[in-house]
């Protein structure tokens, strides 16, 4: 990397950067959801999340994917 990039990015306001992971609570925003529903949705595997540290994390592409697969099992049945 080179330093004109890391430049960039260090200066870059913090609200223009896109959240890669999402806490548990924001993850249940996106989703229209109680925190526990989202909390059992990660228990049973239908939403992705992985520990950071001790903090339990959703991929910001997590929401979106739960959604699209409830769509299309929706679509068949």
Not at 37 to 63: N, Q
Request: proline fraction near 5%.
């Amino acid at each position: 990397m080179s330093t004109a990039t890391v430049d960039t990015v260090r200066s870059a306001p913090r609200s223009a950067l896109a959240p890669v992971l999402l806490t548990v609570e924001e993850a249940a925003v996106c989703l229209r959801v109680g925190r526990t529903t989202c909390f059992a949705l990660i228990r049973t595997g239908e939403l992705e999340s992985l520990m950071v540290g001790g903090l339990r994390r959703v991929p910001a592409d997590a929401p979106a994917a739960y959604l699209a697969r409830r769509r299309a099992e929706q679509q068949a049945a």
